[in-house]
């Protein structure tokens, strides 16, 4: 009997040839869409989560020859992903809602779905790596989640929060294929999208700017407050801190004689620091909600740390705290280390772990 797997379809290129793929070597294929708001968006951007993206799945699903399901998951986004989302900005943090769609929705409520629906695996378009080890001592198999071939698109970090029981249970097949390679498989496999445009927005956000999404959600609870420079004078107003990231340089509306940054959000006081890109470099940094993909055997590890998604990971010393953190010391200054972002541990091409930056540092010790 074939062994049945669940492919999470967005309509997009790289769900669909993960599906065709798995249909080629002998999997029986259900495709499942997951529907956030089935409302379509006045955009022209190309989206997940809308009606477009479900008729491109369905018409994928169609030209395999495999089932289709819809499902809607908005009670799901809206308590574990959008209400963390405000609730982060408007601490003055800066949240990363992929990867908890990733750890409660995709590999959480989804999963637990395709098993329900007698699946042995769930299977998605990301690209990252499974590989499964054998444990001499305890004879039992271990898994470990790897960089995808394609450095470029690898999306490992967004999913350092899987465990070993998801992972026994999880396919990457677009791991081993570079972008060009995917695109080429789904030319020449015919399907519907091969040539439709990726999709790099937040799929709540329809046009990419969180910014009217807070005011829309948190208006009322979004109060202004001083900007002042790195010795505390006033430098001028902010719009409230749920608006800024650190880092940010754009939209400051504050001349001080040289390209400005936000270097520190302080929620307690409702203020923000500028100072210049120089002043937003930083070595330590607290992380809070830990996980490991297999506990670390060592209270201090030497890794590379990767603060977020776009960021070149760098060498840095890890210490284990026994209350379940961790204190990062990176070997040179990183530029904007941001409360609220996800910061992951590399070995290599091994994902270790990692948790979320909690507090960041302004010395050395």
């Known amino acids: 009997m074939k062994k049945r797997v669940v492919v999470a379809m967005s309509g997009g290129v790289d769900s669909s040839v993960a599906a065709a793929l798995l249909k080629r070597s002998g999997y029986e294929v259900l495709g499942v869409t997951i529907c956030f708001n089935l409302t379509d968006s006045n955009t022209k951007k190309p989206r997940c989560c809308t009606l477009e993206g479900i008729e491109d799945a369905k018409r994928v699903a169609h030209k395999l020859d495999i089932k289709h399901y819809v499902l809607n998951m908005q009670e799901d986004l809206e308590m574990k992903v959008i209400k963390d989302f405000c609730s982060e900005y408007s601490h003055g943090r800066t949240p990363n809602p992929c990867i908890r769609c990733n750890q409660y929705i995709k590999f959480g409520t989804l999963l637990k779905k395709a098993l329900s629906l ?14 499964k080890t054998q444990s001499a001592k305890r004879k039992a198999q271990n898994y470990s989640l790897r960089k995808a071939k394609d450095r470029l698109k690898d999306q490992s970090y967004f999913l350092y929060r899987l465990g070993q029981q998801q992972l026994s249970q999880i396919l990457f097949p677009l791991g081993n294929y570079s972008k060009s390679e995917v695109r080429s498989i789904a030319l020449g496999g015919g399907l519907p999208v091969a040539k439709k445009a990726e999709s790099q927005e937040i799929c709540f956000l329809p046009e990419g700017d969180f910014r009217p999404f807070l005011l829309e959600r948190m208006g009322g609870r979004i109060t202004p407050g001083a900007v002042v420079d790195l010795e505390g004078r006033l430098l001028g107003e902010h719009k409230g801190i749920a608006l800024y990231t650190v880092g940010q340089r754009e939209g400051l509306g504050i001349a001080m004689g040289y390209p400005a940054y936000i270097v520190r959000i302080d929620p307690r006081s409702n203020r923000i620091v500028l100072g210049r890109r120089e002043d937003a470099y930083r070595r330590i940094f607290w992380v809070g909600e830990l996980h490991f993909i297999r506990k670390p055997t060592k209270k201090k590890i030497a890794l590379k740390v990767k603060i977020r998604y776009n960021h070149r990971e760098a060498p840095a010393e890890i210490v284990l705290k026994e209350d379940g953190g961790a ?5 040179k200054p990183q530029f904007a280390i941001t409360p609220g972002q996800s910061a992951v541990f590399y070995d290599r091409d091994t994902v270790i772990g990692g948790g979320i930056i909690d507090k960041v540092l302004d010395g050395d010790d």
Do not use: P, S
């Open 327 to 331: 204190r990062v010391r990176f070997q």
């Open 118 to 131: 007698e699946a042995a695996f769930l299977a998605t378009g990301h690209y990252a790596r499974i590989k």
